[in-house]
């Protein structure tokens, strides 16, 4: 420590408060707030404490004779700079306690596995990258807080843990683990919306999906979407390498088809939904978007409302998918942009991942159309790659893709519905036996637009799986849903 820190008035006042504490032998004592940037090694000399607070401090290391505190219960920590542990942190053998959030660190000492009384361990908002494995011999953790680190692995000795209750990974997405799989964050279950999710589940489910038993789909839902007349379904072709036919018939309810984006880390398949854009079909959309999807809003270009209606459909696409990136395709441009506000726009609407002036027409009929497509195409594979789009990239386990192929090969079978009984012995068959697991690979199923489920709405209370083209154009065809009862899963 230096000469600077022994003389602050920082220093100074911890020291006080240190001896103080050692005449009385107490029990707890304060050094919060102080502005400290060194702990003062006399802190060893209190071996009758239980309770340390050194919260909001600018502690970049701790002392050895830290460990000196045999009988010390809880110790806070939380908002410091520490980048390290001191090994001595494993002679803390009684500690219950440990607040470390909101610090700068990047590894644990394997030490940490000596403090096996330890009950709550909260290490969220720090740089970690992996975990050490003594951290499996923390017989009585309870309680394991890590959000908002660089995590890219877990240790299978976190299973070893006999009876932990609660466990957040949220915001490591160098796990790969999707948002329903990690269960509702910290957040949310503090403020009594939801309860925490079991951490064997979530456990399980990481161990499921790596190495050779997980697989990444590659696979996503592109959406599109705007008014009827718009070009949307001549678009989507073009993107396919299909020409124009100028006798295009104006889409009545959903057309489904695949279309290939190929991303620098390799081809990513997308299942494409072309919605209907007359008005009257705007109130089924509910039942159709998605949030973890691509969008595609196309806007006829050469129309004087072109930011009015950019406005009406992002404001709808927002209602339904708060964070999906969002590629607007400024149609029928003849080349002329019209001016827009999109600095407000992406404001208020963001992610919006850009704009493209399109021409469906043939290279002989208006040169540079071809290169207008191309840029489209372009842009929607930017769109897909990994920062925007990390979803396709998951891993799940391989025998959640035997009840995808499956479902999907009831299309061969020329099957339009099943009811959830079907579907949920049929998950057992596959090596899904856990119902609620079943229930999220048929969540995982609808945002890939494999399957539609509605179990999550209030409304709809039945279970039954059925067709999405089927299911999509019944109720655009009829302009009625309440027909269709909820908990269905539609395949595609």
């Given at each position: 420590?230096?000469?600077?820190?022994?003389?602050?008035?920082?220093?100074?006042?911890?020291?006080?408060?240190?001896?103080?504490?050692?005449?009385?032998?107490?029990?707890?004592?304060?050094?919060?707030?102080?502005?400290?940037?060194?702990?003062?090694?006399?802190?060893?000399?209190?071996?009758?404490?239980?309770?340390?607070?050194?919260?909001?401090?600018?502690?970049?290391?701790?002392?050895?004779?830290?460990?000196?505190?045999?009988?010390?219960?809880?110790?806070?920590?939380?908002?410091n700079q520490l980048t390290t542990l001191p090994p001595e942190i494993g002679s803390l053998r009684a500690l219950r306690t440990l607040f470390l959030s909101d610090n700068h660190l990047a590894s644990l000492p394997p030490q940490i596995g000596s403090l096996t009384a330890l009950g709550m361990l909260d290490l969220s908002n720090n740089q970690l990258t992996t975990l050490t494995d003594a951290i499996g011999s923390l017989i009585k953790l309870d309680r394991l807080y890590l959000e908002n680190n660089r995590l890219?692995?877990?240790?299978?000795?976190?299973?070893?843990?006999?009876?932990?209750?609660?466990?957040?990974?949220?915001?490591?997405?160098?796990?790969?683990?999707?948002?329903?799989?990690?269960?509702p964050s910290f957040i949310t279950v503090a403020a009594g919306r939801a309860t925490v999710k079991p951490p064997r589940e979530i456990l399980s489910y990481y161990f499921?999906?790596?190495?050779?038993?997980?697989?990444?789909?590659?696979?996503?839902k592109l959406i599109v979407v705007g008014w009827g007349k718009a070009g949307k379904t001549t678009l989507v072709k073009r993107l396919a390498g299909e020409p124009m036919d100028p006798n295009e018939a104006e889409t009545h309810g959903i057309m489904i088809r695949p279309l290939t984006l190929h991303c620098t880390d390799g081809d990513l398949k997308s299942r494409v939904w072309d919605f209907g854009g007359q008005h009257v079909l705007h109130a089924m959309h509910e039942f159709f978007?998605?949030?973890?999807?691509?969008?595609?809003?196309?806007?006829e270009q050469r129309g004087d409302r072109a930011e009015v209606d950019a406005k009406y459909w992002l404001q709808l696409i927002r209602s339904y998918a708060p964070r999906a990136p969002v590629v607007v395709a400024l149609n029928k441009s003849g080349g002329v942009?019209?001016?827009?506000?999109?600095e407000?726009?992406?404001?208020?609407?963001?992610p919006i991942v850009g704009w493209v002036p399109t021409e469906c027409l043939s290279e002989s009929d208006m040169p540079g159309a071809e290169a207008t497509i191309a840029s489209l195409r372009k842009l929607l594979t930017t769109a897909a790659e990994e920062p925007t789009m990390p979803e396709p990239r998951k891993r799940f386990p391989r025998k959640w893709i035997s009840i995808k192929d499956w479902l999907e090969g009831l299309d061969k079978?020329?099957?339009?519905?099943?009811?959830?009984?079907?579907?949920?012995?049929?998950c057992s068959l596959l090596g899904e036996p856990d119902p609620q697991k079943?229930?999220?690979?048929?969540?995982?199923?609808?945002?890939?637009?494999?399957?539609?489920?509605?179990?999550?709405?209030?409304?709809?209370?039945?279970?039954?799986v059925l067709r999405p083209d089927w299911l999509a154009n019944g109720i655009y065809g009829a302009a009625a849903c309440k027909s269709f009862s909820s908990g269905q899963i539609a395949r595609a």
């Open positions: 420590m230096g000469a600077k820190s022994q003389q602050s008035s920082e220093y100074i006042e911890a020291l006080k408060r240190i001896a103080a504490a050692r005449n009385t032998r107490a029990k707890v004592l304060d050094l919060a707030r102080l502005g400290l940037t060194d702990l003062p090694p006399e802190i060893g000399s209190l071996t009758a404490l239980q309770r340390l607070d050194l919260t909001c401090n600018q502690l970049t290391a701790l002392p050895a004779e830290l460990g000196s505190l045999i009988a010390l219960q809880r110790l806070d920590l939380n908002e890219t692995s877990l240790p299978e000795t976190l299973l070893r843990i006999p009876d932990l209750k609660r466990i957040y990974l949220h915001r490591n997405p160098g796990l790969g683990i999707p948002e329903g799989a990690l269960g499921a999906t790596r190495g050779s038993d997980g697989v990444a789909l590659r696979e996503m978007l998605t949030a973890r999807s691509l969008y595609l809003l196309v806007i942009e019209r001016p827009l506000d999109r407000s726009l992406e404001k208020m609407y963001a079978a020329n099957t339009s519905f099943l009811d959830y009984e079907t579907f949920s012995n049929r079943q229930a999220e690979v048929a969540a995982l199923m609808h945002d890939l637009g494999i399957a539609m489920n509605y179990a999550r709405d209030e409304r709809l209370r039945d279970t039954t």
